[in-house]
Each structure stands twice: as C-alpha cells, then as structure tokens.
C-alpha cells in the first residue's frame, strides 16, 4: 500500500514539474479572454547584449538668452530624461552626459519605436498654466504654474473620462502653485484652469480644466487635450508624443538629435538561441551525470532539479527591476551547477554511511544530516561573496550577483528540503536494494541491524580504549620483581 501511494505520489509530481516546464517555455493565448501568456522565460527582462537595443545621441545647448552653465545644465537634466523613458518600461536603460555638450542614450527596444521617441524630445515645449483664457482683450496672462514645477509626466489612459491624456505630478513648490491657482480660478466667472503648451496662444491651449475638479490633497493632475485647441490626444500614440514633448520642455537644455543607431545582440541575432542550447547541454549532462552514477536515486535528484529550474525562471522573471545580460546567464548556470553539487555532496555522503554498514534508510538519513553544514556553509559563502559584488561591482556584474544569490538561497530549500520530501517518498518504493540507487560496500562490511546497535558498539570500543590505557598505565607505575628482591 505504501509502494502504491509513493508511486502515486511521484507521478503527481512529475505531472506539476511538466506543467511547470510548459509554463516556463510555452507562451499560449488565454481561453475565451483577449489575454495572451508568454511564459517565464519570454517575461524575463533582457538587456542590450543579449536582446539588442538601440542608442541616440543628442547634442545639448542652453536655451536662448540663458548664461548658465551647459555642463551642470545637462547634469540636472539627466534625471528628468530617464524619467520619461523609464515609462516606457524598458528592460534596460541608460542615460549619461559625454564629454562637455552631448547626451548618450541607450535602450533595449525596438529600434522603429524608439527613433520616434527619441525626435519626440527635439520638440520640447513649456507647459504653462493660467487661471484666463488668452483672447484678443488678453494676450499675456500670469502664468501661475510652469514646466518648471512640474516632477514628472506620465502618458496615461483615465478610465473615469474614457480617455487618454497625461498625468502630471508637480514639485513641492509646484504643487503649492497650484493651490494658489486653483483659488485665483475659482473667483473668476469660468472657473476655470486653461493649460497652454507651447507660447500663450489660443492654437496652442491644450486643456481646460474645471477647478471643482483639481484635488487638492494630491499634487497629481490628470490633463486630456481640449478639442478646441491644436492638440490632440484621442490614442496612445498622441499622448506619448505629447507627454515626451512637455519631458522636453521640463529640462535646461535644448536637445538637438544627432544620431540614432541599432545595437545587436553581443553573439548576433541568434545570440539567445545560442543561450539556449548551451544551458539545455549543461541540464542534459547534470541529469546524466546524476542518473549514472546514482541510478533511482539520480533520477529522484532530476526531478528536484527540475523544480528548482522551474522556481528559479519564476523568481527571476518576477523581479522588476531585473534585467538579465550575459553575465546574468553566466550566473545562471553557475547557480545550477552549485545546486547540482549540493544533491551530489548529499548522495555521496550516503554512499559513505552505506559503506560503514548501515541500512538504505539509515544511509539516507546520515547522508542528509553529515551533509547539512558542507551545504549551507558552501552556500553562505557564495552568497556573502555575491552581496560584495552588488555593493561594489559595476551595473553590468550586479546581474550575476543577484542570480548567485537566488540560485544559492534556492539551492538550501531544494537539497535539504524539496529533495529530502523526494527521497523519503522513493524509500517507500525501494529501501532493500542497494543497487538500484547506486550504493555499495564490501562484503566483509557487517550490516549494522539498528542504529542503536552502532551507537552501543561505539560505546563499548571507547570503554575497551579507556580499560586498556589503564592497565597500561598501571603497569608502567607497577615496580619489576628485581626491584622488590632488592628491597
């Protein structure tokens, strides 16, 4: 009966390591839902070198009539430019200053998508808003809120207005402003807040906003395009152009496009297709290996390896700001080979405890228990040596850094525990043949019947040890029989 529910057991959990394999590589399309699965592994940030990318260079210069610094002008822009593109959630990105009057910026994304987005920025235009319309009796209006004090712009969708349009967030002082306008509007007839983008003109008004509907208590404001300005905002195409438009006009610099080029992956276009097939080698020689030399056994360990690999691609995948890069593959299969070896340092210490003499059951135990410290001062090592490599390493290392970390956390739970669950569950089918899961010993080897037994034998020898270092000693301190016939 036990035999039976152990089989039982086993196919179970080969049935949900199969779905987690399907999980992992098969995208598929959500039954009656519009929904589309891509599995684990295609949701899985890749960086420039392994999935390509694309980079732009701007040439900066201060706006006109301003006598500022530009090298210090470019530094306080830099935060506001990778704020916009970071919306576009990106799997990598990186904006830096080069030299004296230039921005370098670079993207793993579609290049077609990406060199709009980047001449969208070329067009930046200030945002101002005003608590009266411009018309022909008023043609310069108090500007009471401006680009300047506006934090950050998020093209957006509001469900509310059934409508696309940019949610605005302001700075401290800004959003203080913005109170103020709000106050000033609300004593006019209209009530009324009109945002203008680009100069003070009425081709350029892009919204009008009732003031009963500016909340005060957070310094957001969600804007839609006015039909009776020269904007529009109907798609999410628009907005995105838009909401780079007013990024543009929030920094202190002007952005001129001077190149914009595709990068390739590190080992061409089938760079991850390469990937592929090397980290299918290193699994098929693990299993191999496993199922080799330790028969049933290495079969049990598979198994557990599979689900590590299936836990380790969920972990990986889900982790939002990780972007995976060759050296994060790197680290990938170095974390698979360490869990590898850590179900090795356990079977091979039952190996051991078999040869003493001890049962299957006993060896397995021992095995668990001798091993125990080997396995978590190995993976405590690799861990602590990983976080000093996130602290000080480079942002290019930070990735095999963090996949050491995962592999050698999941590593503990899967050979100390997962395979621990795994093998006491096999004993139930097979725990009298030695063979079938590659144990052996000599044949002088007594079988110790029970582990008391072995305790108690041990006991005795030490007792034995202890009697005859006394007689020992007290043969040495006895005097010889020509010494008492002298006396």
């Not at 693990?286 to 198994?303: D, P």
């Not at 360490?338 to 090795?344: F, K, N, R, V």
């Not at 996130?390 to 990735?399: E, Q």
Request: charged share 20%.
């Amino acid at each position: 009966m036990l035999k039976k529910n152990a089989i039982v057991k086993f196919v179970f959990l080969a049935i949900l390591a199969i779905l987690g394999i399907l999980l992992c590589v098969c995208p598929f399309s959500v039954p009656y839902s519009s929904n589309h699965y891509n599995g684990f592994v295609n949701a899985i940030n890749k960086g420039v070198d392994i999935d390509g990318g694309v980079s732009a260079i701007y040439n900066c210069t201060l706006p006109e009539g301003s006598d500022g610094n530009l090298t210090e002008a470019i530094d306080n822009s830099l935060s506001k430019i990778k704020d916009i593109f970071a919306q576009e959630k990106f799997s990598q990105l990186y904006v830096e200053r080069q030299g004296g009057n230039k921005v370098y910026v670079l993207t793993s994304s579609d290049a077609f998508e990406m060199n709009k987005a980047f001449s969208y920025m070329e067009n930046g235009k200030n945002l101002s808003f005003t608590s009266v319309q411009v018309s022909d009796s008023v043609t310069n209006p108090d500007v009471y809120v401006s680009s300047n004090d506006i934090k950050s712009v998020k093209a957006d969708y509001d469900y509310n207005a059934s409508s696309y349009g940019v949610r605005i967030e302001f700075t401290k002082e800004g959003f203080k402003k913005l109170k103020n306008l709000k106050e000033v509007a609300s004593s006019t007839s209209n009530k009324t807040v009109y945002v203008y983008l680009g100069e003070l003109d009425s081709k350029d008004l892009f919204a009008e906003v009732a003031t009963s509907s500016i909340n005060t208590k957070e310094n957001k404001i969600f804007l839609t395009a006015s039909t009776n300005g020269g904007y529009k905002s109907s798609t999410a195409e628009e907005v995105r152009e838009i909401a780079y438009s007013i990024t543009g006009g929030m920094i202190d610099v002007e952005l001129n496009l001077m190149e914009v080029s595709r990068i390739s992956p590190i080992m061409g276009k089938n760079t991850q297709l390469y990937m592929g097939i090397c980290i299918l080698i290193v699994i098929a020689l693990a299993f191999i290996l496993l199922c080799v030399r330790y028969k049933e056994l290495g079969l049990v360990g598979s198994l557990a390896l599979t689900f590590y690999l299936i836990l380790f691609t969920f972990l990986i995948q889900s982790i939002p700001f990780f972007t995976l890069t060759i050296s994060g593959f790197v680290g990938s299969i170095v974390s698979f080979l360490l869990a590898t070896g850590s179900i090795m340092i356990i079977f091979e210490k039952m190996r051991e405890e078999y040869k003493l003499g001890k049962k299957i059951h006993l060896s397995c135990k021992g095995g668990f228990k001798k091993s125990l410290f080997t396995i978590l001062d190995l993976n405590a090592i690799l861990v602590l040596a990983s976080i000093f490599i996130w602290v000080i390493a480079p942002s290019s290392m930070k990735c095999f850094a963090i996949t050491i970390i995962i592999g050698a956390l999941l590593s503990i739970f899967i050979s100390l525990a997962l395979l621990r669950w795994f093998v006491s569950i096999y004993l139930a089918i097979n725990s009298s043949k030695p063979k079938r899961i590659g144990l052996y010993r000599d044949k002088e080897v007594v079988e110790i019947k029970d582990e008391n037994v072995e305790i108690v034998g041990e006991v005795d020898q030490i007792e034995n040890a202890i009697i005859d270092d006394s007689v020992n000693d007290s043969d040495e301190n006895l005097p010889s029989l020509e010494e008492v016939s002298n006396d």
